[in-house]
T-cell receptor, first 113, second 111 residues
Framework: DTGVSQDPRHKITKRGQNVTFRCDPISEHNRLYWYRQTLGQGPEFLTYFQNEAQLEKSRLLSDRFSAERPKGSFSTLEIQRTEQGDSAMYLC???????????FGPGTRLTVL | EDQVTQSPEALRLQEGESSSLNCSYTVSGLRGLFWYRQDPGKGPEFLFTLYSAGEEKEKERLKATLTKKESFLHITAPKPEDSATYLCAVPSYNQGGKLIFGQGTELSVKP
């Protein structure tokens, strides 16, 4: 069990650029979640997948955000035309069953200049 | 609306000074309450799951308890390495198991 991994760990970009993050869940986990966390706050839900199907998206996820999980394995989160307000820690988590424990990756810290 | 509130926001303790963190929740049908530890710049690390009122879980100097309205994380004789932010979360009842988090309690233990 190698845990949840995320890449890159840090990303600095200029406003208006597109960025893409990757998450590799624990191999046998069929649920994958994306959260966003800002300083001093708990993580906020963005979207989740069961296998390759994206089943829910938060209202926080504007049209500039898109997520995929091809083949039900790794997932990508893309942000188009980044804004300074997108600066945050983006966390990925995976779980084995509904309402089971979610295990988090180390996160990707995004800074938009 | 499902909601989780943690208190205090920050707690400073001397090494060996025991205390408790509080997590109050409002959710339509509790399907578990999770405690996580988060170190600066890292993802949350899973600590405990509690499923029913009266349940207790222990790990080293930490003990988590659950009532029908709140959960406590008791820290006995803390050490500096226990310094971290402690988060509690509940799964949203009708929304695919997404976690609703409190804002966290930032614990600092001084030697």
């Amino acid at each position: 069990d190698t845990g949840v991994s995320q890449d890159p760990r840090h990303k600095i970009t200029k406003r208006g650029q597109n960025v893409t993050f990757r998450c590799d869940p624990i191999s046998e986990h069929n649920r994958l979640y994306w959260y966003r966390q800002t300083l001093g706050q708990g993580p906020e839900f963005l979207t989740y997948f069961q296998n390759e199907a994206q089943l829910e998206k938060s209202r926080l996820l504007s049209d500039r955000f898109s997520a995929e999980r091809p083949k039900g394995s790794f997932s990508t989160l893309e942000i188009q035309r980044t804004e300074q307000g997108d600066s945050a820690m983006y966390l990925c988590a995976s779980s084995l069953v509904l309402s089971g424990e979610q295990f988090f990756g180390p996160g990707t810290r995004l800074t938009v200049l | 609306e499902d909601q989780v509130t943690q208190s205090p926001e920050a707690l400073r303790l001397q090494e060996g000074e025991s205390s408790s963190l509080n997590c109050s929740y409002t959710v339509s049908g509790l399907r578990g309450l999770f405690w996580y530890r988060q170190d600066p710049g890292k993802g949350p690390e899973f600590l405990f799951t509690l499923y029913s009122a009266g349940e207790e879980k222990e790990k080293e100097r930490l003990k988590a308890t659950l009532t029908k309205k709140e959960s406590f994380l008791h820290i006995t004789a803390p050490k500096p390495e226990d310094s971290a932010t402690y988060l509690c979360a509940v799964p949203s009842y009708n929304q695919g198991g997404k976690l609703i988090f409190g804002q966290g309690t930032e614990l600092s233990v001084k030697p």
